[in-house]
């Protein structure tokens, strides 16, 4: 399970360049009921992992808009089609932000450190995949 992005990921994440947009896919499988840490406010309390992820999405919304970031694509998983059907995902969704270096803000912000526990709480699996925007795109798939 992959919750929070590896070290080597994120050496070569960062070692990309910083000063240019990127979209980050981000597919998420959620807990059935939601994991807070002994000492959290919402510890004990009968949530699902959308409960959290939602609580996540609502409180860290003002860094995220305030580094550049945005959401550009949503949507709702239905079937795996090709691939397995183990990585069946409950939310799928793209974030743009203006920089990479936006992007580590956010991680680094002291306030994001604490709200992430909401992400952790609900989320049982994850991708996030860094990509370049394309702009000039063909007529065909792969263009």
Same mark, same amino acid.
């Given at each position: 399970?992959?919750?929070?992005?590896?070290? /080597?990921?994120?050496?070569?994440?960062?070692?990309?360049?910083?000063?240019?947009?990127?979209?980050?896919?981000?597919?998420?499988?959620?807990?059935?009921?939601?994991?807070?840490?002994?000492?959290?406010?919402?510890? !004990?309390?009968?949530?699902?992992?959308? /409960?959290?992820?939602?609580?996540?999405?609502?409180?860290?919304?003002?860094?995220?808009?305030?580094?550049?970031?945005?959401?550009?694509?949503? !949507?709702?998983?239905? %079937?795996m089609v090709t691939g397995?059907?183990?990585?069946?995902?409950?939310?799928?969704?793209?974030?743009?932000?203006?920089?990479?270096?936006?992007?580590?803000?956010?991680?680094?912000?002291?306030?994001?450190?604490?709200?992430?526990?909401?992400?952790?709480?609900?989320?049982?699996?994850?991708?996030?995949?860094?990509?370049?925007? %394309?702009?000039?795109?063909?007529?065909?798939?792969?263009?």
């Amino acid at each position: 399970m992959y919750i929070d992005p590896g070290r /080597d990921a994120w050496e070569v994440f960062k070692s990309l360049p910083r000063d240019q947009p990127i979209q980050m896919l981000n597919l998420v499988k959620l807990k059935p009921r939601a994991d807070y840490p002994q000492g959290h406010p919402d510890h !004990g309390k009968d949530l699902t992992g959308l /409960d959290a992820y939602r609580a996540y999405g609502r409180t860290t919304a003002h860094i995220f808009k305030r580094l550049g970031g945005r959401q550009v694509w949503a !949507g709702k998983p239905q %079937v795996m089609v090709t691939g397995p059907g183990s990585e069946a995902w409950d939310i799928a969704f793209i974030a743009e932000y203006p920089s990479s270096e936006a992007f580590i803000s956010m991680v680094r912000d002291p306030e994001y450190q604490v709200l992430v526990a909401h992400r952790t709480a609900g989320v049982a699996d994850s991708r996030l995949l860094r990509l370049e925007p %394309v702009s000039d795109l063909g007529e065909g798939f792969g263009e």
